[in-house]
């Protein structure tokens, strides 16, 4: 790569590019024994009895919404700092959205504002572990069960932390991943949901496949070849090519985390104390797959963030800013979302930006950002 350090990105070793090799040289490049060897694995590795592949984790929220029974008027309860997909798989079903309120220490949803929030046609709670930072998930599910909700973990940035010493998957009644290349590992596009529910594993492999069951049939089969539509599925499918990349790079997922981990502490002792801006710590329980590093400039900082942000870019550093709050989105604005629904989000994406963590980085890398970002602090 050019000298250019961007927010996040993969890794690809020579390995992965052989299991992928591997596929192509084979009889089957979608539909064959990858899929169901990553599933297998992806369970193992995070203690769900189910998991299920999906072509991106955009499409996993919608099949999770789907199983969950999610119908056209009922809503669903998340968070507005996250990529619009959390909240757009609502819509996809005709569901609609209603946004909590985040906590600025973490930027994960204010699990005190949930039950304010809920009426007659809520179906679905969703929270984010936004960077890599679990969700208080006890406190979540006690919510869902009292209200009767059904808990979806949007752990897109997450595959790879702990809550409590258990690993994310299996926290929520369904887990949602993602592998696009800036996430945890990859398979350059790809998704999955993880679940413990047996009626939610079988509503979702017919849902990422047309709604074509070959078992289970309501009529009379008519002969061996016999396959039924049994409701308005999508292709939603992994391919076989991008199941080897994705188990190739699972294996590797512990070691990613812990070089992740690595700069992150770097970055923690450097900045500590620092007069520029705030960063989320570790509370005990709590161990983070720090998917970003996300830093919240301080008050007298935040008019210039712009420059800031500018000025990072000009010396190489691709930083990014995690999230403009959903609901300001112009097509969510098209939708009647007021701006000032959740302030703290709205605070938090004013003062945010995420600078440079990745498996790929050293700790020199880190030491370079670390020092850039300070000298631009400097000179602001
Ligand atoms: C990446 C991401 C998604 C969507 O995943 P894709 O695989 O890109 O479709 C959804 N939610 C969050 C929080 C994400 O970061």
């Given at each position: 790569m050019s000298n250019i350090m961007p927010y996040s990105r993969q890794l690809i070793e020579d390995d992965d590019i052989q299991a992928v090799l591997k596929v192509l040289k084979s009889d089957y490049l979608t539909q064959g024994p990858e899929i169901a060897a990553f599933e297998k694995e992806l369970a193992e590795y995070t203690g769900a009895r189910y998991a299920v592949l999906f072509s991106s984790g955009t499409a996993a929220l919608h099949g999770a919404y789907f199983a969950a029974g999610l119908k056209a008027g009922e809503e669903v309860i998340t968070t507005p700092?996250?990529?619009a997909a959390t909240a757009n798989a609502a819509l996809y079903l005709g569901g609609r959205p209603v946004f909590a309120d985040i906590e600025l220490k973490t930027g994960n949803i204010n699990l005190d504002l949930i039950e304010e929030k809920?009426?007659?046609?809520?179906k679905i709670l969703t929270v984010v572990d936004y960077s890599g930072y679990p969700v208080d998930m006890d406190r979540a599910r006690d919510i869902a069960k009292k209200y009767g909700l059904v808990l979806v973990e949007d752990a897109c940035h997450s595959l790879g932390a702990y809550y409590k010493s258990k690993k994310i998957g299996t926290l929520a009644d369904m887990t949602i991943l993602s592998f696009h290349p800036?996430?945890?590992?990859?398979?350059?596009e790809g998704g999955a949901v993880l679940t413990d529910n047996e009626e939610y594993y079988h509503k979702l492999l017919l849902f990422r496949q047309h709604g074509i069951s070959k078992e289970n049939f309501i009529n009379e089969a008519h002969g061996t070849w016999y396959y039924e539509m049994q409701l308005l599925g999508y292709n939603y499918r992994m391919s076989d090519i991008q199941a080897a990349l994705g188990r190739s790079q699972l294996k590797k997922l512990d070691r990613f985390i812990a070089r992740r981990r690595e700069i992150i502490s770097f970055y923690q002792e450097f900045f500590s104390d620092n007069e520029y801006f705030d960063f989320t710590v570790e509370e005990e329980g709590y161990f983070s797959s720090w998917h970003l590093f996300p830093i919240r400039l301080k008050e007298h900082l935040i008019t210039k963030k712009r420059k800031i942000f500018e000025a990072l870019r000009a010396q190489g550093l691709w930083v990014q800013v995690?999230?403009?709050?959903?609901?300001?989105l112009p097509f969510y604005q098209s939708l009647g979302?007021?701006?000032?629904?959740c302030p703290n989000a709205e605070k938090f994406y004013e003062s945010e930006i995420s600078i440079p963590v990745y498996q790929a980085m050293t700790l020199e890398d880190a030491r370079k950002v670390a020092s850039i970002l300070l000298e631009v602090l400097q000179n602001v």
């Open positions: 700092n996250t990529f809920i009426t007659t046609k809520t800036v996430k945890s590992i990859t398979t350059g995690h999230y403009i709050p959903v609901y300001w979302y007021p701006k000032g629904i």
